[in-house]
């Protein structure tokens, strides 16, 4: 037993603990109260299943009460957890007592019901039907909302079987689709009125229920009036319009929510419809008729999102007022731009769609409308014309690309006509006659309508790009001559470059590029248009370079290597020959390197010449006096460049191209010896090495003479073992000889070293055919014997040996 509560004391009240004790305090006594309670519970449930048991003679019930001695105070009481709530365990029974008993009821209906008479069927109908409508008004005067929530649907469920009961019975002969829609609008009417009875308007199913049903009435009416896809497309964006007006209009969330469902739901399928019923119109009044579906789905669409906009705190419009303009700009350019496409060619579809969606922009004007909406319309005009855009870019890249295939077939014979030369090997898109018109609107409006300061420069950037598109594609889309559509490409070409130069805008250049490499391409079926062409493109490209030269000045130059091969080709000079004309480009960009110093164009025109010396050096692999000669020209072309400060390492490269020039040369006149290879490398590097000993004399003689003796040494070297011959191998060894020599007397170790050691190995060579003779001739116990007198001499001059080593290490040491 837990001690009993006592009141509190005057020492209690003066002595308060502190709060935290005084909250454990309360907390232990409430805990055994509850313990103690527990306990009665639980003996008292026994105590009733004693008694049960005792009326029963086989049970015994057991004599020791079934409980948990309390646990001390402070500590935490297991009490198992439940696995639901008790409302949702009350939820679940209650939808499923009401789902069996609509089971029942549709049991009842389809098979028990042929049993009863008219009579009977009337009465059983009448009160079932009637009970379940009125249960829930007595369950909500008791506070059993959620019982009556499961029995008013019964109730609902019940009319939609007694609709069909009395279909089956009693107007057997009426057609299916005039009876559901009587029959549904009923429904409809009589769960609307009884979601408004006074004892009934808390309830949540009716009303939502209502909104369902009401789907149904307008699209079975006009099955049963044998209406065509126009009137059954009309029910449905009528239904769809009636659901949006419902779903702003009324403030109970269940119905918003229900109808704000159909409204997409049924919009979305008239809308398709209508859709597809001004694709498929063979005529002006069915277009005119599909026109106005989808004028009536753009209202409605276009309603709701001023509404939305202005009620924010409402569905749809809150969160898709901004969607619905948009669907609403879009369904009416579709409704508008059919009815044009019925009465008009099939070419000026798209300009018609187009003309349209430029209307919208209308809405930039109009003050009264929303900004929600306003914007909704900008981004539906902004699509039609991306779509406008994008129905250009075949007539475009055929334009363009075309002429790629005269790459192959280059010089074959004039075109007949500017389209001609652009598909030979490609087809030409139809309805393409308003291309040019529809890239030139597209500019225009990219000029004067947008007025944004974020999108303004990017429009501006984009305009003159569509208007070189439009203009680039009138020669090929009017089928002018090949000549006119030349000169027009290149009027285009230099337009274009102008702009970019003017507005020193290197983005814009791009334009300008690609128009000018199509225009190369497509001058190719002549020889004269290729020469004028390339000709011009240079001058033009050169001209612009006074603002631009990082990219039009490298551009001139890679038009003038190709003018440089289509002159020598036009002169039937071979590839060798042409490579000559082409080396005046990489000297002219060395030219313009030095005359522009340190401008930001320098770097990108010396690539160009060097990229230009690699294709020259190419093109005269074939021939190698003349690759020799071009060798010789880049590197005289290299040397020049390297007298600049910033480009001394270019000195390098030009000797490296000057011996690579000698030795091409050499090749060609068949010589083989190796020191004619050698000697161009060892004499210039021996003098650069000299030169260096003056400047810097701590120097080391490795570094100044080792490199050029060896390039010469080593390879006379190796040949000299392999030559029969007396010649070489006296000539090495007299230069060996003099090197050592001269090492020996200048203290240079490198001289000294390497000519000891190549003129030891150069009379080693020479005296290894006379030491095998004398090797077979003595007897075979005399090589032994010499090694063996050898190794005893080595052993006793062993330390004086060491200090000749070391006394030479130290002399050459000493030398330099």
Known sequence: MSPAVTEPTLQDMTNTPPPAEELRLIDAELW?????????????????????????????????????????????????????????????????????????????????????????????????????????????????????????????????????ALHGAVFPETAGAPYTAVASALLAGLWTAYGFLPGADTLRLPRPAAVVAAQLPLFFWAIAADADSYGLTAALLVTAASDTVLALRVTRRSVRVIATIGAYGVGAAGTLAAGWLTWAASGPSAAARAAALLLLASATALGAAWQGSRTPTRAPGAEHSLALALTAGLLMVA?????????????????????????????????????????????????????????????????????????????????????????????????????????????????LAVRDTTWRPRALTAAPTLVWAALVTVPAVLELPYAAGLLIQGATTAGALAVAVWRSRTVELVPALVASASLALLSLATQSATLITLGALVVLFAAA?????????????????????????????????????????????????????????????????????????????????????????????SAGTAIREDR????????????????????????????????????????VGHLRRRRVPETSSWTAYGPGLAATLLPSLVTAWGDPDWTRPLLLGLAALSLTLMGGGYSLQAPLVLGGSVLTLDALHELAPYIVQMADALPRWVPPALAGLLLLALGATYERRIRDVRRMRDILGRMS
Not at 677 to 684: A, C, D, K, N, S
Request: charged residues 10%; proline residues 8%; glycine residues 8%.
């Open 32 to 164: 055994q109260l509850d313990a103690r309670r527990s306990q009665l519970l639980t003996r008292r449930a026994w105590l009733v299943a004693a008694l049960q048991q005792l009326q029963t003679p086989q049970a015994r019930p057991s004599l020791q009460p079934q409980w948990q001695a309390p646990r001390p105070p402070g500590s935490t009481p297991a009490v198992p957890r439940p696995d639901a709530s008790a409302p949702s365990v009350q939820n679940v029974l209650l939808i499923l007592g009401g789902t069996l008993l609509t089971v029942a009821a549709m049991v009842f209906t389809l098979v028990s019901w042929g049993h009863l008479g008219i009579t009977g069927r009337a009465l059983v109908l009448g009160a079932v039907t009637v009970a379940a409508l009125g249960s829930p008004l007595l369950l909500l005067k008791r506070g059993l909302r959620s019982t009556a929530e499961s029995v008013a649907g019964l109730g609902l469920a019940l009319t939609v079987l007694d609709a069909v």
């Open 335 to 447: 409704a508008l731009g059919g009815v044009a496409r019925s009465a008009l060619p099939e070419v000026w579809t798209v300009p018609v769609h187009l003309a349209l969606g430029i209307a919208l922009l209308a809405a930039l004007r109009a003050d009264r409308l929303p900004e929600t909406v306003r914007r909704g319309l900008l981004w539906a005009s902004g699509a039609v014309q991306a779509l406008s855009l994008l129905w250009t870019l075949p007539v475009v890249g055929v334009v363009v690309l075309g002429p790629l295939s005269w790459a192959s077939q280059a010089w074959t014979g004039t075109p007949p006509d500017a389209r001609a030369a652009v598909t030979v090997n490609l087809t030409w898109p139809p309805y393409a006659g308003t291309v040019p018109l529809v890239l030139a609107v597209l500019a225009g409006v990219l000029f």
């Open 545 to 637: 370079s006074w603002r631009a030269a990082a990219v039009t000045a490298p551009t001139a130059l890679g038009y003038a290597v190709a003018l440089a091969c289509a002159t020598g080709a036009a002169a039937d000079w071979s590839a060798p020959h042409t490579a000559l004309l082409v080396l005046t480009v990489p000297a002219t960009a060395a030219l313009l390197a030095w005359r522009l110093g340190d401008s930001p164009a320098t770097v990108p025109i010396e690539l160009t010449g060097a990229v230009t010396a690699l294709v020259a050096i190419s093109m005269a692999v074939t021939d190698l006096p003349i690759l020799a000669l071009v060798l010789a020209l880049c590197a005289v072309i």
């Open 648 to 687: 001394r390492p270019l000195g390098y490269a030009a000797a490296a191209l000057f011996l690579l020039a000698t030795w091409v040369r050499l090749a060609a006149w068949e010589v083989g010896t190796p020191e004619a290879y050698t000697l161009p490398v060892t004499i210039p590097a021996l003098f």
